[in-house]
């Protein structure tokens, strides 16, 4: 079965303060790799597509990375605003693009 | 450029009253649509896909169904809602070929009573 796991659940970080948060996955025939942002009360926004190992995406202050096994969504002197729920989700197998989320990362960016 | 409405955004239902939640796509043609549920602090859960007009296809086995009427519009139905159907729902769309990103609504937050 398709899984994806996010880590950590939460974190918290000073404005400035640079992290990176974790995305596990386990496919059979990963197609591709999504992150999305999603602010209370609102649908997730897409991010990124990343579909192969060794590709990188960057959006302003967030680069997001592939491996084989997960990926990292670095984000370099977070500002306040940048605080949201991030998601991760695979695409895996053939057919109708169905997509697995993980839990997802709270993240909090204090000023 | 392409446009996903939801409606209503919050709905208060008691037990045992019927569900109709819309959904809409504008600015393209023949998408795949998607309906999800994101129960609080957690993950979202697939619960209906469509390729098509009334070709609909169930991840979860539940009191819930869905319907699309036509190419943009997909509809999700309940004849009797139970408690545990509250949470957030979500509509989203793909292009039928090529791109896999889906993209999200607004959202509606359903509580059951």
């Known amino acids: 079965e398709d899984q994806v796991t996010q880590s950590p659940e939460a974190l918290r970080l000073q404005e400035g303060e640079s992290s990176s948060l974790n995305c596990s996955y386990t496919?059979?025939?990963?197609?591709?790799l999504f992150w999305y942002r999603q602010d209370p009360g609102k649908g997730p926004e897409f991010l990124f597509t990343?579909?192969?190992a060794g590709e990188e995406k960057e959006k302003e202050r967030l680069k997001a990375t592939l491996t084989k096994k997960e990926s990292f969504l670095h984000i370099t002197a977070p500002k306040p605003e940048d605080s949201a729920t991030y998601l991760c989700?695979?695409?895996?197998?053939?057919?109708?693009?169905?997509?697995?989320f993980g839990q997802g990362t709270r993240l909090t960016i204090n000023p | 450029s392409q446009t996903i409405h939801q409606w209503p955004a919050t709905l208060v239902q008691p037990v045992g009253s019927p569900l109709s939640l819309e959904c809409t796509v504008e600015?393209?043609?023949?998408?795949?649509l998607y309906w999800y549920r994101q129960a609080a602090g957690r993950g979202l859960q697939l619960l209906f896909y469509s390729v098509g007009i009334g070709q609909i296809s169930s991840e979860v086995p539940q009191n819930l169904s869905a319907s699309r009427p036509q190419d943009r519009q997909f509809i999700l139905s309940s004849k009797k809602l139970l408690l545990s159907d509250s949470g957030f729902y979500l509509c989203?769309?793909?292009?039928?070929?090529?791109?896999?990103?889906?993209?999200f609504g607004p959202g509606t937050r359903l509580t059951v009573t």
């Open positions: 989203a769309w793909s292009p039928g070929t090529g791109a896999y990103e889906q993209y």
């Open positions: 600015g393209t043609s023949n998408p795949n």
């Open positions: 496919v059979s025939g990963l197609r591709g």
């Open positions: 990343l579909y192969s």
């Open positions: 989700a695979v695409q895996a197998g053939w057919g109708a693009q169905k997509l697995v």
